[in-house]
């Protein structure tokens, strides 16, 4: 991914639909913990907010996930599990209507990094400065961006998800579908 500091091992998935998308969120989420950053890239209608409803969902948080374009970031806080635990709540962020990095630090993410899982959408090239370690995740639609002018759903169609672990929290880590990547420094 550029901007990301050079090439690194990568991993792709290809998943059928957005049923798919979610369900690898899901996944996904059985692997994170609090402090973890998720870096999300991707035309619109790849599938950003949808893979983060998975994450959403596998974590147990409170709330219905929805892309926090007008708002910027939606904190939701985790729901005590019936034996008593309680995952990170999750932190999402739409970085697309941000042009500074201090308006990055002006969301204060930081201070909500230790205790959640924090995933923003369009933050490749802003967010990198918070977190040593991080997955930077990229959706693309191999037949292109969503067209608003077609019949077929925005939902509709494939997409293959590329990922690239950065950092030690990383090492070692088997990722769904993907496995274990070889790590680059942050």
């Given amino acids: 991914m550029p901007g990301s500091g050079g090439e690194a091992p ?63 970031a939606r904190e939701h806080p985790p729901v005590p599990q019936p034996d008593g635990s309680v995952g990170p709540g999750l932190v ?31 933050g490749e090239g802003w967010v990198e400065p918070l977190a040593e370690d991080r997955l930077e995740l990229s959706l693309r639609r191999p037949r292109g961006a969503v067209d608003p002018t077609a019949d077929e759903p925005a939902d509709a169609g494939e997409r293959v998800l590329t990922v690239r672990a950065v950092g ?3 090492a070692g880590v088997a990722l769904p579908r993907v496995g274990v990547l070889t790590v680059v420094a942050g």
Wanted: aromatic content about 6%; hydrophobic content about 40%.
């Fill in 168 to 170: 030690p929290r990383w």
């Fill in 92 to 122: 999402h962020v739409d970085a697309y209507r941000l042009r500074s990095f201090d308006e990055v630090e002006a969301l204060d993410l930081d201070s909500s990094l230790d205790e959640s899982v924090t995933v923003v959408e369009w």
């Fill in 10 to 72: 990568t991993g792709s998935v290809r998943l059928p639909d957005a049923e798919a998308t979610r369900a690898y969120g899901l996944e996904l989420a059985a692997v994170l913990r609090p402090g973890d950053l998720v870096v999300l890239t991707g035309d619109l209608g790849a599938g950003k907010t949808t893979l983060t409803q998975g994450i959403g969902a596998g974590l147990h948080v409170r709330g219905q996930v929805a892309s926090p374009t007008f708002i910027i």
